[in-house]
């Protein structure tokens, strides 16, 4: 069973910048791929960022330049470098995984609780 605990949300003011992690427990091959995404009020889930299991990464366009993702393997967690914050970037942010070893697979089996993030001005 894998599960998945954020943290690292809060409040920033504007042109700042948090740090997300996201703890995975289980088996590592069951979080081969990993993301993050993030859902304003009022609005629907949207993938920010996506680690691949060959350590690949893409990134939304409106997130580009300003966030970064990476993995720490030994760990097996994931984090959200997130710079130069917006108001915009207001949202709870939720980690997502799955094993991804089947090529038909299209969305993430495990996602965590989230973490908010509130950007302010």
């Known amino acids: 069973q894998v599960q998945l605990v954020e943290s690292g949300g809060g409040s920033v003011q504007t042109g700042g910048s948090l740090r997300l992690s996201c703890a995975a427990s289980?088996?590592?091959?069951?979080?081969?791929?990993m993301a993050w995404y993030r859902q304003a009020t009022g609005k629907e889930r949207d993938v920010v960022a996506e680690f691949d299991s060959d350590g690949s990464t893409t990134y939304s366009e409106d997130v580009k330049g300003r966030f970064a993702i990476s993995k720490d393997y030994a760990k097996n967690t994931l984090y959200l470098q997130m710079n130069n914050l917006k108001a915009e970037d207001t949202a709870m942010y939720y980690c997502a995984a799955d094993p991804c070893n089947d090529p038909t697979w299209s969305e993430y089996t495990y996602w965590g609780q989230g973490t908010q993030v509130t950007v302010s001005s």
């Open positions: 289980g088996d590592s091959w069951s979080t081969s791929c």
